[in-house]
Each structure stands twice: as structure tokens, then as C-alpha cells.
């Protein structure tokens, strides 16, 4: 069994800052790609920002320059460092992995979500 566990998140004035954390716990032998992704109600999950276990990354348009990624392969975690938040990057936060479980099999894994809200 494998949890993902995220903090962070909450409320922010446009032009601040956030910072999201996300962390894999449970039987685990490699945590692959890692990933975070967002949702509005009504509206499709789409991917912010993700990140291979090598650390190569891609961005969605709306967030290069503004939003980081990163992660810490010894405490299996992601990070998304989120700067000059717009109105528009109000949404629920899901962080993503793709994980190497102890039986050897390879699952998908979601956090339970994270709310991010910018007060314009």
C-alpha cells in the first residue's frame, strides 16, 4: 500500500508566493515520474508541471517562468514552488507519481488534493 501526502497550499494575494510538498510512503522500490496537476469544478485535470526520476522537466505554457518543480528521490517527495500566482492558478493541487511497488508492479498514485486560492 502506498500513500501520497501533500501540505501546503492555502491562500495568497496575486504577485505572492506558495509553496506545495508532497511526499510517497509505504511499500515502495522506486518512485518513478512525479508530477502535479489541477482542477477546477466541472473542469478536466491538467497537468502543471512533472518531473522523471532524473529530474528532466516540463511545464504546462501557463506556468513556465513562474512555477518550479523539483524533488528529493532520498524522501521520495515533490515540490512545486509556485511565484507571481495569477487569479487564474486558483484550483485544487494534485500531486502524481508513477511508483515501483514491493511486489514489483507499476500503479499510479494520486494525493488527496491540496486547495490553492489567489485573491485578486
Known amino acids: 500500500q502506498v500513500q501520497l501526502v501533500e501540505s501546503g497550499g492555502g491562500l495568497v494575494q496575486a504577485g505572492g508566493s506558495l509553496g506545495l510538498s508532497c511526499a510517497a510512503s509505504?511499500?515502495?522500490?522506486?518512485?518513478?515520474?512525479m508530477g502535479w496537476y489541477r482542477q477546477a469544478p466541472g473542469n478536466q485535470r491538467e497537468l502543471v508541471a512533472h518531473?522523471?526520476?532524473?529530474?528532466?522537466?516540463k511545464y504546462a505554457n501557463s506556468v513556465k517562468g513562474r512555477f518550479t518543480i523539483s524533488r528529493d528521490n532520498a524522501k521520495n517527495a515533490v515540490y512545486l514552488q509556485m511565484n507571481t500566482l495569477k487569479a487564474e492558478d486558483t484550483d485544487v493541487y494534485y500531486c502524481n507519481a508513477d511508483i515501483t511497488g514491493g511486489d514489483l508492479g507499476q500503479y499510479d498514485y494520486w494525493g488527496q488534493g491540496t486547495q490553492v486560492t489567489v485573491s485578486s
Open positions: 509505504g511499500s515502495i522500490v522506486r518512485v518513478n515520474a
Open positions: 518531473i522523471t526520476n532524473g529530474g528532466s522537466t
